[in-house]
């Protein structure tokens, strides 16, 4: 993992997609590309107790998949290069599931990759980041009227921030 303090611009010599990608099979690099995605989405739906998101969940589910561009991790960087590496015209994946208990267990598995595979240092990043999209969709700013952004996450925004973060072995 590299380092830089904050608000420093990367070294130079700071690679786009690290050599160490190279570790992970097709399958389980794709499990990590896929994931903050279909964070993303399972996070925006509706469920019992929580709201419909909208677009603005949405983008702030988008602004913080690109903010791990800054990221001081190189695994988390080279996931934010390969999710938008996706969208180069190329046909779209098969469908993906993205029910609360097929993510949740997607996390565990990814977290299951990540102790086998990654630096400690990036393993955590990444978890934390794959969070941070979760929390930034809860935190997202309603319409006219509705909660206003600096009231506390409903008491099932928590509960499902919590069940995601055990999962991805964070609590």
Excluded: K, N
């Amino acid at each position: 993992m590299s380092h830089s303090v904050a608000g420093e611009p990367p070294s130079a010599g700071r690679r786009a997609a690290p050599l160490t990608t190279a570790v992970y099979s097709a399958a389980e690099w794709d499990l990590l590309v896929s994931l903050p995605g279909r964070v993303l989405v399972a996070t925006a739906a509706p469920d019992p107790g929580r709201p419909d998101r909208g677009v603005r969940a949405g983008l702030a589910g988008l602004d913080a998949v690109a903010a791990g561009r800054a990221s001081d991790s190189d695994l988390v960087r080279a996931v934010v290069a390969a999710i938008y590496a996706r969208h180069d015209g190329a046909s779209p994946p098969a469908e993906r599931r993205t029910d609360l208990v097929d993510v949740l267990a997607a996390c565990r598995t990814a977290g299951r990759v990540l102790g086998r595979r990654a630096d400690p240092a990036d393993s955590a990043a990444y978890r934390q980041w794959v969070q941070s999209v979760a929390a930034r969709v809860c935190r997202a700013v309603p319409g006219p009227g509705e909660r206003r952004a600096d009231q506390p996450a409903t008491p099932a925004d928590r509960r499902f921030l919590d069940r995601l973060g055990a999962a991805l072995g964070l609590g």
